[in-house]
């Protein structure tokens, strides 16, 4: 992370880390490897200029933290854009403030809060980078950190992050950190030192000169310590939650009624029809809050349903609008929509179920689950619904019947949905490798499990005769089984 002057006449945190801010206090430091896996993420201010989040996050970056501005004299012009870039890609975000000791640190932090809005799942708590002295003493400093962390801990209900270099927060640090998470910047070594204020390390900035696809010139490098759940739970979005799609995924296929056709739909909104399959509709180019999960269709198929991330619900054709969870805070993302005569029901990662204009069967909503739900499908009836988790867990509401699930079973890749077969008595099963999974009165014809694909399977839809069954992939390609015949790819 780097200061936008010139010219410092305070010290300095040289090169973060390495030694290379070396100074006293060095036997208060001590080595601190990863406890387990790691994740991948970045740090960008306006050095980096433009950014390709979307490449970024297919370079296997799961994090990024924008700087929101430099003490509150300089508001970094590349914020907005990286911030809410990063959501839409499906990144945990995060957010950081170049510290100025010299300023109010109050109104440091005010600037954060105004820039960064509510938090949600998905969104780390604000960073303090500490990193010059500004000419102020120790005391001002540990004082003014401490109102800045308390001020932001007040407003967000979250421990904030503290950036720092090991050497340097041992000749300035005190006690005004205590309570926040570490990211220690220390370049170079296989294990960072850590300060002793802190017993260990959340996130590592590991090198200042990484090349990263979708960011020219030189990047940060970070790593968390933890697994992608473990990341996704400090944002306070709970071990419950899946991957929010990039607008360019294709994330859901519905047939037609006599099977001559599907429409898919893409996390951007829009929409594409192929075969028999009617288009009534998109959302394309409404420039979504969040992206596209799915889609449902009406009863006639005169009409369907497309359902955000956000629980923003768009209709078309003859599909009635009945309410949304768009303006409202939910926990965790919507992740599956199901139509019937009525309405239509939404679900989220963890469980919950809101249900419109149709009838409220159940939900798992403040279950402790031990795999995230992926998505909902409506019993034949419309008097019930099927939720199936990213372990292959079936929870069943109303005249749902329950014919057997995966929970428990070690498999090769998470399941991502699941379809109905005519009578109700059955039920597919697709994991992301195209594996698929059979249950009650469903028949197996097929699967890519083992085979070599470009990009994950993110759904399915049967034939309503139940003889076969389309899968789609993320970069839209779609594979047919059984009697389901191939119509066309986006």
């Known amino acids: 992370m780097k200061t936008i002057l010139t010219a410092l006449t305070s010290f300095v945190l040289l090169a973060c880390s390495g030694g290379v801010d070396s100074g006293s206090g060095s036997d208060s430091l001590v080595t601190v490897c990863a406890s387990a896996g790691t994740v991948e993420g970045v740090d960008v201010s ?8 979307h490449a970024v996050h297919a370079s296997g970056r799961a994090f990024g933290i924008a700087r929101v501005a430099d003490g509150t004299q300089h508001v970094d012009p590349t914020f907005a854009s990286n911030y809410a870039t990063m959501k839409a890609e499906g990144m945990v975000r995060g957010s950081y403030q170049f510290f100025r000791a010299s300023e109010d640190p109050i109104a440091q932090a005010n600037l954060v809060l105004s820039k960064i809005g509510v938090l949600g799942p998905g969104d780390l708590p604000p960073m303090l980078d500490v990193e010059v002295t500004d000419g102020q003493t120790n005391a001002t400093i540990d004082t003014k950190i401490a109102a800045w962390v308390g001020r932001i801990k007040g407003a967000t209900g979250r421990a904030p992050l503290v950036y720092t270099g090991p050497y340097f ?22 294990c960072p030192l850590v300060p002793q204020a802190w017993s260990g390390w959340q996130f590592w900035q590991y090198a200042d000169d990484g090349h990263v696809s979708g960011i020219g010139g030189n990047v940060d490098l970070d790593r968390f310590d933890g697994s992608v759940a473990a990341l996704v739970a400090l944002t306070g979005g709970g071990s419950a939650t899946t991957d ?11 047939s037609t009624a006599d099977g001559g056709g599907y429409w898919v739909v893409k996390g951007d909104g829009g929409m594409f029809s192929f075969g028999d399959a009617p288009f009534y509709g998109s959302a394309g180019g409404d420039h979504l809050a ?28 003859d599909a009635a609008f009945h309410g949304s969870m768009g303006d409202k805070s939910i926990v965790g993302h919507v992740v599956g929509v199901a139509g019937t005569k009525s309405g239509y029901w939404m679900v989220a990662d963890d469980g919950g179920v809101f249900a419109f204009g149709a009838a409220f069967y159940g939900s798992m909503g403040g279950t402790k689950l031990n795999a995230p739900v992926v998505g909902i499908v409506a019993t034949p009836s419309g008097h019930g619904y099927w939720l199936v988790a990213a372990d292959g867990g079936m929870f069943t509401f109303g005249d749902a019947s329950f014919y057997g699930s995966l929970g428990g079973t070690k498999l090769n890749a998470p399941v991502v949905g699941m379809a109905a077969t005519p009578s ?18 469903a028949s197996f014809y097929g699967s890519l499990g083992g085979t070599k694909l470009n990009a994950p399977v993110t759904g399915i839809a049967a034939r309503p005769q ?6 789609i992939a993320r970069d839209g390609g779609v594979f047919t089984f059984g009697a389901a015949s191939f119509h066309g790819r986006p």
């Open 46 to 53: 306006e050095f980096q200029g433009a950014i390709d989040w």
């Open 169 to 190: 927060w041992g000749q300035i640090g005190g006690p005004g950190a205590n309570g926040t998470t570490l990211v220690v910047a220390d370049w170079g070594p296989a």
């Open 244 to 254: 929010i799609p990039s607008p360019s995924d294709y994330v859901g296929i519905a």
């Open 290 to 317: 969040m992206p596209a999960i799915g889609v449902a269709t009406t009863s006639d198929e005169k009409g369907y349903w497309i359902a955000a991330a956000d629980g923003g619900l768009f209709a078309f054709g």
């Open 424 to 441: 109700g008595h059955g039920y597919w099963l697709v994991a992301a490798d195209g594996g698929m999974f059979t249950f009650g009165d």
């Open 466 to 471: 139940g003889d076969g069954y389309w899968l």
